[in-house]
Structure formats: C-alpha cells, structure tokens
C-alpha cells in the first residue's frame, strides 16, 4: 500500500476520539496542518439499524485531505458491510478498534475486549479487508488487558495475518486507561516485529514528545489524541516547532472553531445549542494548555501545570478548569460575544475532571 506509507511517512494522525474528532474540529485541525484525520468510533451495528446519528459519523469534511473512518463491531460480515459503506461515502482508510476500554463497550464484546481474542482479531480483519476494494485497513490496539496481559505481539499477528495495512498502537493497557505513562519501547518492539508499518500513540503534547516519541520507537508515524484537543495547533508545530501562542491567538482560533460549528450545525437555536455543548466540552480541553516552562523544559500530557505561568488576565482566564469560568466562556464563545477578563465569574467549584472524558 504506497498510497498509505507515503500518506503517514513522517505524519502526526489525527487519533480517533468520540465527540473530539467531530466534523467541525476536524476542519480546525486541517486548517492547522493535520493531512491525516480519524473521526469518531462508529459502531457497524448501528450503521446496519440505519441510525441517522451514526451516519454522521463517517461524513467526510469538504477540506478533509485523508479521512479515515474507526469502526467497532465483533461481527466480521457486519464490519465488512460498514467498511464498505464508508468507502463508498468516501473514507481513505478504515481503522478497526480493538482498544476501546470503556465497560458498556467491553461487556459487549466490543474494543479492547476483542484484544483477548487474537483469533477474532483476525477474522474481523479479514472480513474489513474482503469488503474493501481500494482503501487500506488498519487495526489500533492497546497493548493488552492489564499488566499481566500483555499480549500486543499477538494481536499485532493476528491483525497483520488478517491483512491488515498498518497497525495503531495505544502504548497503555486497557486497565491503565490514562494513569500511566505511555510505552515507547512496546511501540518500539512492534515497529521492529512487524512487516507493516506501526503508527504509536500515547502523550504527544509537545514537538519534542513526538520526535523523541519517534527515535525512541522508530515508529512511522505519530497520533495525537488529548494533544490535539488541548493544542489544535499542534500539527503545525509537529512540522514547523514550537510555536508560544499569545492567549489572543489561541482566541482566535478557539473562535474560528466556532465559525465551523456554526456552519456545521446551523444557527437556529437548536444548532446554536449544540454549538454550544460542543464549545463548552473543548473549552475543558483547552484550558489544559500550557506553554514551554521558564526553565526550557516541557509541560507532561499527565501532570496540571501550576496556574502561575499565566502571562495576562485571558491567559490567566482561559487556564481556569472551573465551572463557573468553562460556562461563560462557553456562552460568550458561542454567542461571538467579547471576552473581557474582568467580567469573568468568580469560580464556583473545583476543576472539571476532565480525565472522565477520556474514552479511548
Ligand atoms: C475524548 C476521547 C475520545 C476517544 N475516543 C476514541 C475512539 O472513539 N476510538 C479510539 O480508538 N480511541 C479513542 N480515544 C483514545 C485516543 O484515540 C488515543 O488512543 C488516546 O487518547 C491516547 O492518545 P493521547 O495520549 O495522545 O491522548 C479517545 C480519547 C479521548 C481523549
């Protein structure tokens, strides 16, 4: 598959996250330099029930340069059928997920409990790859139940005996969720067992995290999940380096997300709710930022910076994960109105925990 490796050689991907990889932020991110996009886990089943929601999902955005669509499902006839549904709708690859931690998911059978099962790996990739006629398939993994489990290698097998293209690794146990740090040298073992190449996620926040990411593991590509929520522009600097944003900057692209919502769902009331809904669950992400520390070294995607980087009020604003801050701006955003700092709510409560909206 050419088309593939030239499409990731050197590439940060877009990771596959439910409600963060919607149509609108996905334009923002192609807008800052993302060449390869994953949407959201759509479940094969839900597409064969005709479900309008799950339809949604596989939309490709006009601007979209390489959209691939993440499919579950544990029945390989039906994840055939999704597959090729989604390339007739005009996706550029279909990822399996086989990583998916969540216990509604698992208790089915779906994601990360299909790591179990080399065997059924297999199968459901070979039914994605017979379904398919141009676009390649790729499988992404965790790298096992939990620490006692850790069987990567084999489900890497089984996906690559399948016929899968290329292989996502989610370098975490479903057990670890987001505790742990990601395992580099696991990615590392894959790029060096497999004949297919290895795209590794886990903890890319930084351009310094995605290159020593890439020498440490010699993976051919990199994914940004939360990076990518926290700092859309973080494709940008994966080609060009660092780049210390002013919070007037990030304002305006947090902004210019909003002209994209608004496109996307419409300006009646309903759609301005949606916005708004979608506006204020980024914001919880956004606030996560922080720039390079004072002493050269670089905020970890696991530990909260302590707020005193703030340089300004706004950016003193758009660092507070509280309610009462993520509210009000999630109105004022929405509603294009100004963000004055000192019109800002007291904070009402403790920050958001955001790590609960971790799904993958
Ligand atoms: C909000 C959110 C939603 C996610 N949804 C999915 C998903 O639908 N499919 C999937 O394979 N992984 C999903 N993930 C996991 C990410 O794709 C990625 O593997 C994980 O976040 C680790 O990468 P990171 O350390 O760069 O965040 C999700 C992650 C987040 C934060």
């Known amino acids: 598959m050419a088309g593939l490796r030239d499409a990731l050689d050197g590439a940060l991907l877009l990771a596959p996250m439910t409600r963060g990889g919607n149509l609108p932020y996905r334009r923002l991110c192609v807008e800052l330099g993302a060449r390869v996009l994953m949407g959201e886990m759509t479940v094969a089943r839900r ?30 006839d039906e994840m055939g059928w999704a ?53 390649p398939v790729t499988a992404k993994i965790r790298l096992g139940w939990n620490e006692s489990s850790r069987n990567y290698l084999e489900q890497a097998q089984a996906a690559v005996d399948g016929g899968a293209d290329a292989l996502v690794v989610h370098g975490r146990t479903r057990d670890a969720r987001y505790r742990q740090a990601a395992d580099w040298d696991a990615i590392g073992e894959l790029v060096a067992a497999l004949p297919v190449p290895v795209v590794g996620n886990g903890d890319a926040l930084f351009p310094a995290d995605i290159e020593a990411a890439r020498v440490r593991s010699g993976c051919a590509a990199v994914m940004a999940g939360r990076g990518a929520l926290i700092k859309p522009w ?16 990030r304002l305006r692209i947090y902004r210019r997300y909003v002209d994209l919502a608004r496109e996307h769902w419409g300006e009646d009331a309903h759609g301005l709710a949606r916005v708004g809904e979608f506006v204020r669950w980024h914001l919880a992400f956004w606030c996560r930022y922080a720039p390079r520390r004072a002493d050269g070294t670089w905020p970890g995607m696991q530990v909260r910076e302590p707020m005193s980087f703030a340089r300004s009020p706004l950016e003193a604003l758009l660092a507070r994960a509280d309610h009462a801050a993520l509210d009000w701006l999630a109105r004022r955003l929405t509603a294009r109105e100004e963000i004055v700092p000192t019109e800002a709510p007291a904070p009402d409560s403790a920050p958001d925990p955001q790590d609960d909206q971790a799904e993958g």
Do not use: H, M
Request: glycine residues 10%.
């Open 47 to 76: 597409l064969k029930q005709r479900r309008r929601g799950e339809y949604a999902l596989i939309r490709r955005a006009p601007d979209e340069p390489f959209f691939g669509v993440q499919l579950a499902g544990t029945d390989a």
């Open 83 to 135: 597959a090729a549904l989604a390339e007739e709708r005009g996706a550029d690859l279909v990822d399996i997920n086989f990583g998916c931690p969540i216990d509604v998911f698992t208790r089915r059978g779906l994601g990360a409990a299909l790591g179990r099962q080399p065997k059924r790996i297999r199968r459901i990739v070979e039914g994605v790859k017979r379904a398919v006629v141009r676009i």
């Open 234 to 249: 973080l494709f940008r600097e994966a080609r060009e380096g660092y780049w210390d944003l002013s919070a007037e900057d």
